[in-house]
């Protein structure tokens, strides 16, 4: 199909107790075409997250802006969850009227190390959530070793400021073509 990088999409999703609202879509601009780009990092969930999410997500519209965003990175430390599952649903609360309007690529940072309480394995949380592009194999994760875990904050099982365990494939690394830019992502 010939489609232009101004043309917009709507689906419905439906729900199996209610219907989601019809949201819209930009498809990418054309690999020939200029793009405005946001990258932010440590958003959390704070007044000032609100504050800085609230301005990128009016930066999207052709009407506020000559050069509107049409993609959005994040350079990890998303959610700030801690091992705390209802953290992220509460993120994703407070990024949907951007996660609806704009796309969204992500970067793992410390914060998203977290990992699940009884296993010890990392990156439970990022992996269920985000499914980037190019993934080139399957998740290859080992979980913690004990005397790790014990150098941890609070042995709260998230963000250390090294991380000495294995996390490779999955969303770890990736690349993307976004109009004229080339994106790659790693994990260091």
């Known amino acids: 199909t010939n489609i232009t990088s101004t043309l917009f999409r709507r689906r419905r999703l439906l729900q199996v107790v209610a219907h ?63 091992s705390d599952p ?25 914060h998203e190390i977290e990992c699940d309480k009884v296993t010890h394995m990392p990156f439970v949380q990022y992996e269920h959530y985000f499914r980037n592009p190019n993934r080139i194999e399957p998740v290859d994760i080992q979980p913690l070793k004990p005397a790790y875990i014990d150098t941890l904050e609070g042995q709260s099982c998230s963000a250390p400021s090294v991380f000495l365990g294995d996390y490779s494939y999955g969303n770890s690394f990736y690349a993307f073509q976004h109009g004229l830019v080339k994106m790659v992502v790693l994990n260091s």
């Open 20 to 82: 989601t609202p019809t949201l819209s879509f930009r498809t990418p601009p054309l690999r020939s075409s200029p793009t405005t780009i946001a990258v932010v990092g440590d958003v959390g969930q704070t007044f000032n997250s609100t504050l800085t999410m609230a301005n990128i997500y009016s930066a999207t519209f052709p009407l506020v802006t000559k050069h509107p965003i049409s993609l959005l990175m994040i350079a990890g430390d998303m959610s700030y969850a801690d």
């Open 86 to 110: 209802n953290l992220w649903t509460s993120w994703f609360d407070l990024m949907e009227p951007l996660l609806t309007q704009t796309p969204v690529h992500v970067a793992v940072g410390n």
